[in-house]
């Protein structure tokens, strides 16, 4: 579904990923764990063109994404969920959800997606009218990923879910990209939360310091000593 080929990302002079080749394929959860500033953010940037690569090809769909315009990108049924969950803070939790569908037009479908949005997070529907920026973490986080659903995307990218988020929320958080991901979205995960991100995947990529360096099933990652040593706390 998704095939990225050696690309290289920079901030100016700063090279931050070097050669990065990794692949997604229909249905599956693939996570990508690494410590902070390994540059998975600008990873999940460059997937949803808010960054361009210097070089490399991104293929989606077999169509050639890399260095397009974002829009293009949600239109061809990427959407990002961001670092932060940047939610609209003055606008209410409804609104924030019907702007995920600005690009559609289909007014059935999206009232539908809406519905099961609010299946999804009964929390949200319950502070439909209130203003996103008074919302908990764990609401804004359901409210990010629920404005992403109502693009109706084949690919989701979430950049670190769990951040800053008590575990019993971050336990329903996963719970939810689980459920999402059964009903068909495919879904790849950016963690430093190795631990839930490996526990739900089912495959993953290790980065650091810009470059792929360890890859494999979920399973043979959480069995790795390398893995263990270094993200899962010697566990
Ligand atoms: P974290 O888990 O802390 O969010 P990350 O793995 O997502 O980390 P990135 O945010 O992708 O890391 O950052 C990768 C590298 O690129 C870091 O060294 C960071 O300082 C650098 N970087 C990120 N954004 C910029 C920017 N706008 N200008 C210059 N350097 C940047």
Known sequence: MLQVNNIDVFYGNIHALKNISLEVNEGEIVTLIGANGAGKTTLLKTLSGLLKPKQGTITYKMQQIGGKPAQAIVKSGISHVPEGRRVFANMSVEENLELGAFLRKDRDGIK????????????????????????????????????????????????????????????????????????????????????????????????????????????????????????????
């Open 112 to 235: 539908k997606d809406l519905d099961h949005v609010f299946e999804l997070f009964p929390r949200l529907k319950e502070r439909r009218k209130q203003l996103s920026g008074t919302l908990s973490g764990g609401e804004q986080q359901m409210l990010a990923m629920g404005r992403a659903i109502m693009a109706r995307p084949n690919l989701l990218l979430l950049d670190e879910p769990s951040m800053g988020l008590a575990p019993l929320i971050v336990q329903q958080i996963f719970e939810i990209i689980q459920t999402i991901n059964k009903e068909g979205t495919t879904i790849l995960l950016v963690e430093q939360n190795a631990h839930m991100a490996l526990s739900i995947a089912d495959r993953a990529y290790v980065i650091e310091t810009g470059k792929i360096v360890l890859s494999g099933t979920a399973k043979e990652l959480q069995e790795s000593e390398e893995v263990k040593a270094a993200y899962l706390g010697g566990v």
